[in-house]
């Protein structure tokens, strides 16, 4: 049997690289997986989550694939599929052939790793963790890559609060990245400020749950960041880094001695949000559920233009994103009006910061929606439930489609009080008629003319999974359905896809889901702030005779299409 010392040499380096889909098992590998030295590539380039996490640039379908790489601890063969345990011993015993070519030693027995876990050589754990405390212990890492499928996710999960989450297409296959290649990390690093920024502002408002969003300023978050985040009361005695013969610290690092903490400058943690306020513009007025005030940041963006050029104007580079190289805003060829127009092009605004799963165009019209309220306030439609909860539902989770026209024409009139006609007439006919079920190969493709998107029910996109719950998605992914009008999770995964892309369309043309009285029910309304249609005037081409194929209704409720007996 080989000696610990000799394994240890030769599982030095990690095995591999092997691909996930080959040597992962995919039913016994489902414990959370912890990937060290982290890398992403993207046509032979190393590229980092700024890239990866960007949305594609003008229409059509993203057909980018982006492969990562890391380290795997592997802490029980059983996660390794029957493949991979061969391909993993083979080349165990490949170098152990080379070791005992090169050190003049009989070759002994074949390894297996059965017999490396069975003798305590390799110890057995439900962790993929790698505990560094535990130097003696042999551990057995692979050099695992794949390919990309679900948006990264920063401080946002549930399963990884504190952490990054990334998702392989094997399997849907969730992984928490513990280290990073540094050519990726530095690519990434805008990426992860804006996502604790995010996390920061998430923690204020739960800390201040009775503070109105209206009130959520930059000023405000910034305040409050440095009153109770800055220097926490615990940070007073705890020191990281310290001398273990130091008297006055114990072994965890807390110091008899108060410690005098280094206070951020309120400019520092101001220029920290103005780097990314853009970014929170666009994006944030995309969220279900508003963290701050629309209109106080939109200003805040504009204003920072100008105080990026007086920064330069004294040699300080100001509230820029990691990575942007400044222009010469100190030359004096340019106004400040000029300045502050090039900050206010709503157009580049939306390009510089586009978000996932959203047409820029349907961005742009939101942003136009949104600063338009402040001047019409009475023309805004909002829910009696709270005033921290007053903003319209997102569209996606309020109302589908239904698959039957069973209902009576009088049922159907009951309802018509919740639409309004005005708003009805801005969607066109193409998106009132309910979807058509994806036949045998599982496609669907948008009936709206001009539009390209494919929802692609046996290989499904990034773009195709946006807010659909991760087991409706592996339901779909692993394929073990024939049917896809017979099997109800398919059928709702599908809904929930259309859904979500129908909203796009909806959007460009003003046209909004607003729930009433903090119910399900609700009304679509336009929320074109400008004059009234018409008598008389149809928008959009009246669909051909014959083509709807029975009554037309919109059901104002979540609703999955039901299955026939």
């Known amino acids: 049997m080989i000696n610990r010392k000799v394994l240890n040499e030769l599982l030095q380096k990690p095995l591999g690289p092997y691909h996930d889909h080959h040597v992962l098992d995919g039913e016994e590998c489902q ?62 015993n490949l170098r152990a052939d080379e070791r005992a070519l090169r050190e003049g030693e009989r070759r002994g027995l074949q390894l297996t790793l059965d017999g490396l876990f069975k003798s305590k050589l390799l110890k057995r754990s439900n962790s993929a963790w790698n505990d560094e405390t535990e130097e003696e212990e042999t551990k057995l890492t692979i050099l695992i890559q794949g390919e990309k499928s679900l948006p990264a996710v920063f401080m946002q999960s549930s399963s990884v609060p504190d952490g990054l989450l990334w998702s392989s297409k094997d399997h849907l296959r969730k992984y928490q990245i513990a280290t990073m290649d540094v050519d990726t990390y530095s690519r990434s690093e805008n990426y992860f400020w804006r996502w604790r920024l995010v996390a920061l502002m998430e923690k204020i408002a739960k800390k201040y749950p009775y ?122 060829s340019s106004s400040d009006e000029e300045i502050e127009e090039q900050g206010d092009q709503l157009d580049q605004l939306v390009k510089r910061n586009p978000v996932i799963g959203k047409t820029n165009k349907a961005v742009a019209r939101t942003i136009e929606l949104a600063r338009k309220k402040k001047a019409h306030p009475k023309r805004v439609i909002e829910s009696s439930s709270s005033d921290s909860e007053s903003e319209e539902a997102d569209p996606t989770t309020a109302r589908v489609y239904a698959s039957d026209f069973s209902e009576s024409s009088g049922e159907a009139s009951s309802d018509s009080d919740d639409f309004n006609e005005e708003a009805l007439l801005d969607i066109p006919w193409e998106l009132q008629v309910p979807p058509r079920v994806p036949d045998a190969d599982g496609r ?92 008389g005037r149809i928008r959009g081409p009246m669909p051909p005779l014959g083509s709807l194929g029975g009554e037309l209704r919109v059901i104002p409720t979540l609703h999955v299409p039901r299955v026939a007996d």
């Open 31 to 92: 414990t959370k997986l912890v990937l060290y030295s982290f890398m992403l590539e993207h046509n032979g380039q190393v590229i980092g989550l700024d890239e990866s996490e960007r949305p594609l640039e003008g229409p059509g379908q993203d057909d980018r694939k982006f492969r990562f790489r890391g380290v795997l601890k592997i802490a029980d063969p059983d996660w390794l599929s029957d493949f991979g345990l061969k391909t993993v011993e083979a080349e165990l």
């Open 444 to 535: 669907w493709w948008c009936p709206l003319p001009g539009c390209e998107y494919l929802i692609d029910l046996r290989s499904l996109t990034e773009e195709n999974g946006r807010d659909i719950p991760g087991d409706l998605i592996l339901r779909i992914v692993r394929k073990q359905w024939r049917n896809t009008a017979q099997d109800r999770d398919v059928l709702e995964g599908f809904s929930r896809m259309v859904i979500n892309h129908y909203s796009n369309h909806f959007e460009e043309r003003g046209v909004r889901w607003v729930k009433r009285n903090g119910g399900d029910r609700g009304a679509w309304i336009n929320a074109k702030l400008q004059g009234g249609r018409k008598e």
């Open 211 to 332: 503070i109105p969003v209206g009130r959520r300023t930059p000023d405000w978050f910034v305040t409050k960041y440095l009153t109770d985040f800055a220097c926490p009361p615990e940070d007073i005695h705890r020191r990281l880094i310290f001398d273990e013969e130091d008297s006055d610290v114990d072994e965890e690092g807390s110091t008899k001695t108060p410690r005098h903490l280094l206070r951020p400058h309120r400019s520092e943690v101001l220029g920290l949000f103005a780097a990314h306020a853009e970014w929170f513009v666009t994006n944030g007025e995309m969220r279900r559920k508003k963290l701050f005030n629309f209109n106080s940041w939109d200003q805040f963006r504009k204003q920072i233009w100008k105080e990026r050029r007086a920064a330069a104007r004294q040699g300080v580079v100001w509230g820029w994103p990691v990575g942007h190289t400044p222009e010469d805003l100190s030359s004096e």
